[in-house]
């Protein structure tokens, strides 16, 4: 009898798994990309960066200083990690700081509307992964969980003080991102890997 050999067993198994798979999607040699990890990965390197910074200018000099901080650096901080990994990175919210940060996509708005719906429900939100048009958008929730936040975004006269107030005023006479609670809905991420999606 001949003998069993375990390498041509090998090869010809992934022969046939690489044929199958071809001939389901047939695609490209391109590597897959699975978004959501990358999202996942991407908006958590985003959100420690913005945090860190926005620590770091609370404690050297306090709010004010902090929101004049974000003002100028929070668009280039977002466009450096951008161009890292080749996406946009967006944080959308229907009540927003600034004018910049309002959803313009219809897609943009539901999601947002669902997450608001399904927290008031007091039903878990998680990340989602949107694929229109060959263009694949992940999602995740912002949500004000620490104290910290309620600093610029709480309310004003209580967790707000009249100095930032001012600041706030000065910076953004447009500002819909006050009156927040611990808990809320505060906006979302949006990773876009544009002309990526397989
Ligand atoms: C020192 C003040 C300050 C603190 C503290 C702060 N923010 Fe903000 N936040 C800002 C400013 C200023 C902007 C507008 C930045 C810009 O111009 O892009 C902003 C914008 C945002 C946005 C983008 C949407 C929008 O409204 O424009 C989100 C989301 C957000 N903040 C979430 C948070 C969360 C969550 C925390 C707590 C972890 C937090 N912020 C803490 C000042 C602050």
């Known amino acids: 009898m001949r003998k069993f050999n375990p390498v041509i067993l090998l090869i010809s198994c992934f022969l046939i798994a ?9 695609q490209s040699n391109e590597p897959k990309i699975d978004f959501l990890e990358s999202g996942k990965e991407i908006s958590a390197v985003a959100q ?25 650096h929070a668009e280039s901080i977002a466009d450096s990690i951008s161009k ?13 700081r600034n004018p910049q940060n309002a959803p313009t996509a ?7 509307n669902d997450y608001l719906e399904k927290l008031n429900e007091g039903r878990a939100i998680t990340d989602t992964l949107i694929r229109l048009n060959d263009i694949a ?3 995740r929730p912002i949500i ?13 006269g209580e ?7 001012i600041a706030l005023n000065k910076l953004y006479p447009d500002d819909r991102a006050t009156n927040y609670r611990m808990g809320e809905l505060r906006g979302m991420w949006k990773i876009t890997f544009s002309g990526k999606s397989n």
């Open 18 to 26: 690489c044929s199958s798979s071809d001939e389901k999607t047939n």
């Open 48 to 72: 420690t960066e913005l945090l860190k910074n926005v620590k770091n200018a609370l404690e050297k000099e306090g709010p004010v200083y902090a929101i004049e901080f974000c003002n100028i």
């Open 84 to 96: 890292n990994f080749d996406v946009q990175i967006q944080r959308l919210s229907l009540k927003n």
């Open 106 to 112: 219809k897609e943009d708005k539901l999601l947002l």
């Open 137 to 139: 958008s992940y999602y």
């Open 144 to 156: 004000i969980s620490a104290e910290t936040c309620l600093k610029c975004h709480g309310q004003p």
């Open 159 to 165: 967790e707000i003080n009249t100095e930032t107030m």
